[in-house]
């Protein structure tokens, strides 16, 4: 079965000028800031301190600069080449074949092969196990570059590689094992749940809502069986130890509503992808981008109302004017994603 219609990148102007590639060049810089900042923030105060406040800020530090260091390994050198090619060329559209990662720093080996038959072999870090699998089902990628020194910038179809950084491969990527796709076509599962893609980016939300309970739940039931035990024994002279502790254990009860909260968010979501497999509307997004019309199969005209949608579900909405729902679209909540990526919002019809 053909791939869905998914955003693509204009390839008449240069690159730069693409909102969605300007806004993901900024997130990638955003860490070469932040982290450098934090760590001194972090660091010197660990200097003039002493004792716990110390240590902890100590290692927060240490934690920054870790991070500085492997933003710079894969990224940082990276940018400032990369910048110069969005700004003055185009994206132009290749075919591409995925390879199994490297060992040791995770290098993705790609073999791009351009319409004049141009064969460009990149290593891309970092890239996650969703856009290779993107690349390898839909075989289609977009490349800017690369330069002199061999850097290029690539993205992938539908936004789930919004901006990548590659450069050209010193080895033979074709030795390596041809990565295949876990699911050729998404389109074709029994539920929207069933997509490999979607499970897997929001398998690891899911588990985590159920274990962040833990530490909460047994925080809580320690802090009651101090206050019950103060209260029995009297307060007498630890009134501000009582108030601290039904302070703390207010904070606590907070936290733990919070994450009751997100567990229940995520059973909403599995129960709304069961409801059936995806399912094409024809939609317009509106202006302020927080809703979209949609014509449903009874050829009545519904407003759909997102609950914190990505800016990339949002941009192939906008580019492919069709919203995708799974099961049929009715009045009421609904899961709404792109069959064979990982993209996934809540959105209430009517």
Do not use: C
């Not at 290749?94 to 993705?108: F, I, Q």
């Not at 009874?298 to 919203?323: C, E, K, M, Y």
């Amino acid at each position: 079965m053909s791939e869905v219609p998914a955003a693509e990148p204009p390839t008449d102007g240069v690159a730069l000028a693409d909102p969605a590639t300007a806004r993901a060049l900024r997130g990638l810089r955003l860490p070469l800031v932040t982290l450098p900042v934090a760590a001194a923030v972090s660091g010197v105060p660990a200097i003039l301190l002493s004792g716990l406040a110390s240590a902890l800020l100590t290692i927060a530090a240490l934690a920054f600069v870790i991070g500085t260091l492997i933003v710079i390994a894969t990224t940082g050198f990276w940018i400032g080449p990369a910048t110069k090619l969005l700004r003055t060329r185009p994206w132009r559209p290749a075919r591409v074949r995925v390879y199994r990662a490297l060992k040791g720093l995770p290098r993705t080996p790609l073999r791009l092969r351009e319409p004049d038959g141009t064969t460009v072999d990149l290593l891309a870090p970092a890239l996650s196990w969703s856009a290779q699998q993107v690349l390898a089902r839909t075989g289609a990628v977009w490349i800017v570059g690369p330069d002199e020194r061999g850097w290029a910038a690539i993205r992938s179809p539908g936004l789930a590689l919004p901006l990548g950084q590659a450069r050209v491969a010193d080895i033979d990527v074709g030795a390596g094992y041809q990565i295949s796709p876990v699911q050729a076509s998404p389109r074709s599962a029994a539920t929207a749940a069933e997509d490999a893609v979607l499970a897997r980016a929001i398998a690891g939300p899911r588990r985590r809502s159920r274990t962040d309970l833990v530490a909460p739940a047994l925080l809580l039931a320690f802090a009651v069986f101090v206050l019950v035990d103060l209260l029995r024994r009297g307060v007498a002279g630890r009134a501000e130890l009582l108030v601290g502790l039904i302070a703390a254990t207010a904070l606590i009860v907070g936290l733990l509503a919070w994450r009751v909260h997100r567990l229940r968010h995520w059973g909403t979501v599995q129960r709304l992808l069961s409801a059936g497999p995806w399912t094409r509307v024809p939609a317009t997004l509106a202006e302020d981008r927080a809703t979209a019309e949609v014509k449903l199969p009874d050829g009545r005209t519904a407003t759909v109302r997102f609950h914190r949608p990505s800016q990339a579900l949002l941009a192939n909405i906008a580019a492919t004017g069709q919203l995708w729902t799974a099961g049929p679209p009715a009045d009421g909540p609904v899961a709404v994603g792109l069959p064979g990526y990982p993209f996934l919002a809540v959105a209430r019809i009517g």
